[in-house]
């Protein structure tokens, strides 16, 4: 599917993240196939998922466009979600329409820099869309310049210094929308259709939603603690 094609089929849409993490009750590719299959009968315009394995199997069963992570913990940083080239090959062999990475300003393991990191990207994969992961405007801004084709507002609330940030970030939605060039996607926090219709309204192109979603432990979690 050519890009343009890509961002038209997302545009204006929910985009559901299908994710279990292997410590989790439903970490399975098969039963995230299956959450896919569900979010797409429901509306969803797209998946996000995790794992060249969850990706290929969602694939078998949603003919939708997929943004594509893989998560890898290193001790010595704090970023995980694509942070390698190794795994960007990874995303990129397995025929991932769009593939998200950290692109905050901390530094990668081995001390790589994000601009060092992308700048190899964007020059190895030239035709690939990239969606940065942003905590922070001057992320976005930056990672816009180096040629990242989408900005996200994924990692407010969720790095040390946007640690308390409310959430879903609707400023820093409405910052992107009005000072770059770029399409922007509402990632992080959104519970309600009501929060989802609010980000759509300030003029993102998509949103992403997956806990209020796909993640029924965390959905128990919310109700069992309004009524202790």
């Given amino acids: 599917m050519k890009?343009?094609?890509v961002l038209d089929k997302i545009k204006g849409g929910l985009i559901v993240s299908c994710q279990a993490l292997p410590e989790e009750p439903l970490h399975s590719s098969y039963i995230m196939s299956r959450m896919a299959y569900a979010?797409?009968?429901g509306g969803a315009v797209g998946i996000r998922a995790n794992t060249v394995e969850d990706i290929t199997e969602i694939k078998k069963t949603v003919d939708l466009p997929i943004i594509g992570i893989i998560k890898r913990v290193f001790e010595d940083s704090s970023v995980y979600i694509t942070p390698t080239m190794s795994e960007v090959q990874a995303l990129v062999d397995c025929g991932v329409d769009i593939i998200a990475v950290d692109a905050t300003n901390r530094l990668r393991t081995g001390g790589v820099t994000f601009e060092d990191f992308f700048t190899e990207v964007r020059k190895t994969f030239p035709e690939q869309l990239f969606m940065a992961d942003t905590a922070c405007f001057s992320e976005?801004?930056?990672?816009?310049?180096l040629g990242i084709d989408i900005v996200g507002t994924t990692m407010s609330g969720y790095t040390d210094y946007t640690k308390g940030n409310d959430l879903p970030d609707?400023?820093?939605?409405e910052r992107y929308v009005n000072e770059l060039d770029c399409p922007v996607i509402a990632e992080g926090g959104i519970w309600t259709p009501e929060q989802l219709k609010k980000a759509m309204n300030i003029g993102v192109h998509c949103a992403v939603v997956g806990t209020a979603v796909t993640r029924p432990m965390e959905i128990t979690k919310r109700f069992a603690n309004a009524i202790k």
């Fill in 3 to 5: 890009n343009s094609k």
């Fill in 140 to 145: 976005g801004k930056k990672a816009r310049e």
């Fill in 170 to 173: 609707f400023s820093l939605m």
């Fill in 39 to 41: 979010a797409y009968l």
